[in-house]
């Protein structure tokens, strides 16, 4: 089992930043596979940004490319997704995932169902 526990959401204007973490306990870290996921009112949950277990390959989705950068540190269990010029678009319920399934130490998932532990989520507000 792996509980992940995000932090740092909140309400902000168009233009500002915003750090979320989420803490990791309950396996080895560094064995998991790492992504962000935000779903918006009315709409789907979509991908945000991936990381691999080392920490070294990333993927984001076109429209935070940029503005938003994941890291990983093994060695506080913890992935962060830094965010900054924040739009209105970005708002929503952001989820940190975790996933066991990585063949390669290069694999991301950017599909949902390839993750295997969420988070309860963290809610971001960006106001125009």
């Known amino acids: 089992q792996v509980q992940l526990v995000e932090s740092g959401g909140g309400v902000v204007q168009a233009g500002d930043s915003l750090r979320l973490s989420c803490a990791a306990s309950?396996?080895?870290?560094?064995?998991?596979?790492m992504g962000w996921f935000r779903q918006a009112p009315g709409k789907e949950r979509e991908f945000v940004a991936g990381?691999?277990?080392?920490?070294?390959?990333?993927n984001y989705r076109d429209s935070v490319k940029g503005r938003f950068t994941i890291s990983k540190d093994n060695a506080k269990n913890t992935v962060y997704l830094q965010m900054s010029s924040l739009r209105p678009e970005d708002t929503g319920v952001y989820h940190c995932a975790a996933s066991t399934r990585a063949w390669g130490d290069g694999d991301i998932f950017t599909s949902g169902g390839a993750y295997d532990y969420w988070g309860q989520g963290t809610q971001v507000n960006v106001s125009s």
């Open positions: 309950g396996r080895i870290f560094s064995r998991l596979l």
């Open positions: 990381v691999s277990r080392s920490g070294t390959t990333t």
